[in-house]
């Protein structure tokens, strides 16, 4: 049947048919598509993609930021201005409302581009067989008829139909709300009046495979899916306002309140204490107003969000919501698995073990180059040690990885699977077998998968020659201390024996002095199984496959800590950032290597293994993770327990995790955290978190990153705040002096603060880059709110007044330098303009020392490169341009009510920054003693 044939309608009865008829009737068949009808196929039902919702049109998005509450009063101030005839005023109000509308759009776009490029960062991908080749394709380049191979922590990326199922369970709760996994299986179901959701043998897009591993026939696609039925829209990324954010709404709120209250009592004082006409104090209250509110606030803290979740993507952590960025900087706990995130997952076999003696195993990493030697340093050979040559025979066969060498795309070895098993595919080869060889000479019959609770995984095989009366056996390989226990016999040097518990202590405490110097063991086990019992596959029970086996030996492979894992546990020990490991690995195995990195430092660590952590009460469970401690051997759904724990000990926790059924933890924890590489879909589907390369020392980075942006609000904070003081106290001068004091800053010159010369720096202190102290201190609170009492007070009070008290001083001496006293203060003509351009430029001034302040929070601005910030350095420079602007072009005078300044007037401004630097560097020396 060619493609074209394949009807819609076709898909909808794939239930109704025998498994041997799905094939035909979704023109397929058991070895896949061919390319080519692939093809066709993508042309007619096009890509496997949902949808988007419609997003609001970007032209609604843009006129938003001109409809705010405060855009609001300010064109109706503007449209005041206009009549009551202070048409520059009113034009300016318009401009600058429309500047900051702009200016809002801009921020809040690049922020969303930035947030836009994450999503493009996370594909799905799904497993098929193509022309009888398995193949991983992007899941979107699905099409109906395609074979797909599905596995537990898979996404299902189409609905489809089962053809082949081992224990197969899925979670539907995407679809459904039923979060108890259900079974499917590859039976026709023919009963009528069910819905198709309610059918055994479909599995849907959306859904998550919990256990078991299937083959599917694809059905539907895209929109055609249930998912795509109910669902427009799949969110890879939610942009949640965060707490910050949230916060800061509030925050606008209070100050535009604050600032309308301040506005209506200079409104009142202005025409009832001073006599002013109603137009001029509306007009006056009004710059009061523009004075007070924090414009941009808001976009510039949504970009600084962004632009550190796209370097932390640079890094290695693609953050799923904005809000995990602040999160992550009061981390204070991180709980870590050890495989893969502490060590390289890169298993080398290093030594064997059998009860009749020990063999070295040369050579590194998965190069084949090494041999198998005894004690006393002589080669091992197979062909006269029946012992040896099945440990290492059966460990091989009990693997599912592959090893490819490298080739002109990759440098280095890649594997295919399970690193520790790839490493007995590499001890097969060192030892002089031939892999492909190994497995004709025993062809796998059945596998009980690796989980992580059991701790090992058991393979059934036919053999070529019989061994111990049986052409049948199977083989188990796992963790030792639970695969003794179910050994009844073992085979050594010389031969088969009954085990005795003195063999079982040898072989334990064998085990025990691998583990102490850090590496993993695998005990090998088989059992030759018995004639009747092949008759009858389904007596393969894990129980039966799993008793009564005969131990052959220990596997002692090293996993080497990977690179800079030292140095970043080193940076936490200092941000007092606590590392826990949690493993499935053994005790001593993980507090030595522990120990080898460094986050273990004391003696007296305690080792808790899953068994012990059962017998623990919350409250033993909480005192114990007050010291050093390991949890070792624990399943992950333990892991909930601990996190649930440190959180009720008041502590921020991140935690780390990759199989399905870490999601509960990954859910729980502050800041979930998922492994790219190693990681199945469920678990990055619950994280906030995804690392790219697995690493731990990406974690740190991270937080190290969530710091700094926290530390850049804050900044970005006190300096927008640190001239509103300024600019209101010469105002009050003016009110409380009943008018004898001159208006010291007009209204256009606040707005030339404000909106034009602190913009651009004020933005360029949200992108500093982390504080090389930013790890010397210990996390933040979560309660620690972002606008202290301590920063307002630092900015309205302290910096404030001094800024305020350098402008007024300017404002003074101009007239005492020109009349000699103050007791005559003309409110008009070059005199009174030469004096507000000096209380202008002190304010700017004082500004641009103001920014440099900022830039660090305890260090002396020595230590800071002084040019490292490009933003900040265009922004002092556009600053200083539209100052002598408004100094030097006689067009701007008459608007700004400035004048051109003289050589004494500069030396007292460029006095200013340094006045002010020079206070906080006094301030931070203080501080630090
Ligand atoms: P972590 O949780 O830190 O990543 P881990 O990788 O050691 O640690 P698991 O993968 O749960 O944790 O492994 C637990 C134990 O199961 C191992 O210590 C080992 O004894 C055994 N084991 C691991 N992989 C296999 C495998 N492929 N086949 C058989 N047994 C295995």
């Known amino acids: 049947m060619s493609s074209h044939n394949y009807s819609r309608t076709s898909q909808k009865s794939l239930e109704t048919y025998a ?168 039976q026709a179901d023919e009963v009528p009046d069910k819905s198709l959701l309610e059918r055994d043998n479909m599995v849907f897009a959306g859904t998550t495979v919990s256990s078991g591993s299937a083959k599917m026939i694809v059905s539907a696609i895209g929109m055609e899916t249930q998912f795509g039925q109910i669902a427009h829209l799949t969110q890879t990324m939610v942009d949640d306002k965060s707490p910050l954010q949230k916060e800061l709404d509030h925050l606008t709120k209070q100050i535009s309140i604050i600032a309308i209250t301040v506005g209506v009592v200079f409104f009142f004082a202005a025409s009832f204490f001073v006599h002013q006409p109603l137009a001029q104090a509306f007009i006056f209250a009004l710059g009061m107003i523009v004075a007070f509110i924090p414009e941009g606030l808001l976009p510039t803290v949504t970009l600084s969000l962004a632009m550190a979740v796209q370097r932390m993507a640079k890094d290695n952590a693609l953050v799923k919501k904005l809000s995990s960025v602040e999160t992550l900087g009061a981390t204070s706990v991180i709980c870590s698995d050890k495989t893969g995130t ?223 894992v030292r140095e970043a546990i080193e940076k936490c020990h200092r941000a007092s950032i606590r590392i826990i490991m949690v493993t499935g690995d053994y005790g001593l195995t993980a507090l030595s290597i522990a120990k080898k990195i460094g986050i273990v430092r004391g003696d007296d660590a305690r080792v808790v293994t899953g068994l012990e952590l059962e017998t623990l009460s919350d409250s033993q469970l909480k005192e114990a993770l007050k010291g050093e401690i390991v949890f070792a051997r624990v399943a992950p759904e333990q892991k909930y327990r601990v996190v649930t724990s440190l959180q009720e000990l008041g502590e921020v926790v991140a935690v780390t995790g990759d199989g399905v059924n870490d999601a509960p933890a990954l859910k729980k924890a502050d800041i979930g955290i998922a492994m790219g590489i190693t990681g199945t879909d469920v678990a990055k589907e619950s994280a906030d978190m995804i690392l790219t390369d697995d690493h731990f020392a990406s974690i740190v980075h991270a937080v190290e990153e969530g710091r700094a942006v926290y530390h850049n609000i804050k900044k970005f904070l006190t300096y927008i705040f640190n001239s509103n003081t300024p600019e209101a106290v010469p105002s009050a001068f003016f009110l409380l002096s009943k008018g004898f004091v001159p208006l010291p800053l007009t209204v256009m010159q606040i707005l030339a603060v404000d909106l034009g010369t602190d913009m651009i720096p004020a933005l360029g202190l949200g992108v500093e880059p982390p ?159």
Not at 58 to 78: E, R
Not at 423 to 442: I, M
Not at 826 to 838: D, F, K
Request: proline share 3%; hydrophobic share 40%.
């Open 342 to 564: 502490l060590t390289q997952n890169e298993m080398t076999v290093n030594h064997l073990w059998q009860v009749s003696g020990q063999y070295d195993v040369t050579g590194l990493g998965y190069a084949t180059e090494g041999d198998i030697r005894k004690v006393d340093g002589k080669k091992a050979s197979l062909v006269d040690n029946k012992s040896l040559e099945y440990l290492v025979r059966f460990a091989h066969l009990c693997s599912n990885a592959q090893v490819l060498p490298p080739d002109q795309d990759h440098a280095t070895y890649t594997v295919l699977g399970d690193p520790t098993e790839a490493c007995l595919n590499v001890l097969a080869e060192k030892a002089g077998l031939t892999l492909h060889n190994n497995h004709t000479w025993a062809p796998r019959l059945k596998e009980l998968p690796f989980d992580s609770v059991r701790k090992r995984m058991t393979t059934v095989h036919e053999l070529s020659e019989t061994i111990d009366d049986s052409q049948h056996l199977s083989i188990t390989k796992g963790a030792p201390k639970e695969m003794v226990e179910l050994c009844h016999f073992y085979r050594d040097g010389s031969g088969l024996h009954t085990m005795t518990d003195s063999v079982r202590q040898q072989i334990l405490s064998a085990n025990d002095n691998f583990a102490q110097d850090g590496l993993r063991v695998l005990a090998i086990a088989y059992r030759p199984l018995e004639r009747e019992a092949l008759t009858d596959e389904t007596s393969w029970t894990q129980e039966y496959l799993e008793m009564d086996m005969v131990f052959l030996g220990l596997v002692a492979m090293s996993d080497p800590p990977r690179e800079g």
């Open 771 to 929: 504080e090389p102290d930013v790890m010397h201190h210990p996390p933040r609170k979560l309660t620690d709110r972002l606008l202290s009492k301590s920063l307002l007070i630092k900015a309205f009070l302290w910096y404030g007044l001094i800024e305020s008290a350098l402008a007024m001083g300017a404002f003074f001496v101009t007239y005492y330098l020109h009349n000699g006293n103050l007791s005559h203060l003309v409110a008009s003509g070059q005199l009174y303009r030469e004096a507000t351009t000096m209380t202008l430029g002190a304010i700017i001034f004082c500004q641009i020392g103001m920014v440099m302040n900022s830039r660090t929070s305890d260090q002396s601005i020595r230590q800071l490169r002084l040019f490292s910030n490009s933003l900040i350095d265009i922004g002092l420079v556009v600053e200083l341009l539209v100052f002598l602007m408004l100094v030097y072009l006689p067009f701007f005078h008459e608007l700004f009510n400035t004048a051109s300044l003289g050589l004494w007037h500069w030396c007292y401004l460029l006095l200013c920054p340094f006045v002010i630097v020079g206070m906080e560097e006094l301030r931070k020396r203080l501080a630090d003693h």
């Open 19 to 186: 498994v041997d008829d799905v094939y035909q009737a979704a023109s397929s068949r058991a070895s896949g598509l061919t390319k080519e009808e692939v093809s066709n196929r993508q042309q007619i039902y096009g890509p496997n993609r949902l949808k988007e919702a419609s997003k609001e049109p970007i032209v609604l998005t843009f006129v938003k930021n001109f409809t705010s509450l405060m855009a609001i009063l300010l064109w109706v101030g503007g449209a005041v201005a206009l009549l009551s005839h202070s048409i520059e005023l009113g034009i300016a109000i318009w401009f600058v409302n429309i500047v900051n509308g702009i200016f809002s759009f801009v921020q809040e776009y690049r922020a969303s581009q930035a947030t836009e490029a994450l999503k493009k960062m996370l594909p799905s991908y799904a497993r098929v067989v193509r022309e009888g080749q398995e193949e991983k394709i992007l899941a979107e380049e699905l099409v109906p008829g395609d074979l797909v191979l599905i596995e537990e922590g898979d996404r299902i990326s189409a609905d489809g139909r089962v053809v082949f199922a081992t224990d197969l369970q899925v979670n539907q709760s995407a679809l459904t709300g039923e979060s108890n996994p259900v079974y499917k299986t590859n």
